[in-house]
C-alpha cells in the first residue's frame, strides 16, 4: 500500500487538478509529517522534539511565511496543523486530497471529518459521496475499485469552532479489508432524533 510520496503527491495534484495553494498546502503537509513522522507522542519531550523537527524541515531563510515562532507544542497531543487558505480556493478538495495522500504513503484508512453546523454538514456529506458534482475523490485511481465507506453519525457532543479532518483510531466497524473509511460528524445540529442518519457504505 505504502507508495512512494512524491510520485503519489505529483499523482494527486494532476488528477485532482490541483490549485497552486492547495498543492503546495499538500506538499507542506508531506514534508512536515516526513520529518516528524505521525507516532503520538508518549511524553511532552517527544513533542517537543516532533515540533523541532517540522521547525527544522522550514528553515526560515528559505521558507519565511512557514515560520511560527509562537508555538509551542501541537495542542492536542499529537500533530495537528492548520492551512491558511482563501475563501473560494477548495480547503474541501485539500482535505481529500491530504486523506487520499495518508492513505496511499502510509497506509491510514480510518478518518474523523467533523463540521461545524447544518450547512457545512450537509455540504460534506455531498461532497463526499461519489457521482456529486464536487466529489473530493473524483478521478482517484486508488478508489475505482475499492470505494470509500462513508459513515454519517449523529450529533457530536464536543466544542469546536472550525472544521477540520483528523487521524481516527480504528472505527467501529466489521470491514477489515483495506478500504478507506470516513466518519462524518457534525455539531451544534440539533436536527437528529437518537438513530442519527445512519451509514453510507457505498459497495
Known amino acids: 500500500m505504502n507508495e512512494n510520496a512524491a510520485f503519489v503527491l505529483d499523482d494527486i495534484n494532476q488528477r485532482l487538478s490541483l490549485r497552486s495553494p492547495q498543492y503546495e498546502s499538500l506538499k507542506r503537509l ?10 503520538k507522542a508518549a511524553s511532552k519531550e517527544e513533542l517537543d522534539a516532533q515540533l523541532a523537527a517540522v521547525g527544522e524541515a522550514f528553515p526560515a ?3 519565511p511565511e512557514v515560520q511560527f515562532p509562537n508555538a509551542a507544542d501541537f495542542h ?3 500533530l495537528s496543523f492548520c492551512f491558511a487558505l482563501a475563501t ?20 491510514i484508512r480510518n478518518f474523523v471529518v467533523v463540521a461545524p453546523g447544518k450547512t457545512v454538514y450537509e455540504k460534506l456529506i455531498a461532497d463526499f459521496t461519489e457521482g456529486t ?8 485511481s486508488c478508489f475505482a475499485t475499492k470505494k470509500p465507506a462513508l459513515f454519517i453519525n449523529t450529533e457530536m457532543k464536543v466544542a469546536a469552532s472550525c472544521a477540520l479532518a483528523a487521524l481516527a483510531p480504528a472505527a467501529p466497524h466489521t470491514d477489515k479489508t483495506s478500504r478507506l473509511h470516513v466518519r462524518l460528524h457534525g455539531i451544534g445540529l440539533q436536527v437528529f432524533g437518537s438513530g442519527g442518519r445512519g451509514a453510507r457504505t457505498p459497495e
Not at 508531506?30 to 507516532?39: M, P, Q, T, W
Not at 458534482?133 to 482517484?140: A, I, N, Q, S, T
Open 133 to 140: 458534482p464536487k466529489y473530493v475523490f473524483k478521478g482517484l
Open 88 to 107: 473560494g480556493v477548495g480547503k474541501t478538495r485539500l482535505m481529500g486530497a491530504i486523506i487520499a495522500y495518508l492513505y496511499r504513503t502510509r497506509g
Open 61 to 63: 531563510a528559505q521558507c
Open 30 to 39: 508531506a514534508k512536515a509529517i516526513g520529518a516528524a513522522g505521525l507516532k
Open 76 to 78: 492536542w497531543g499529537f
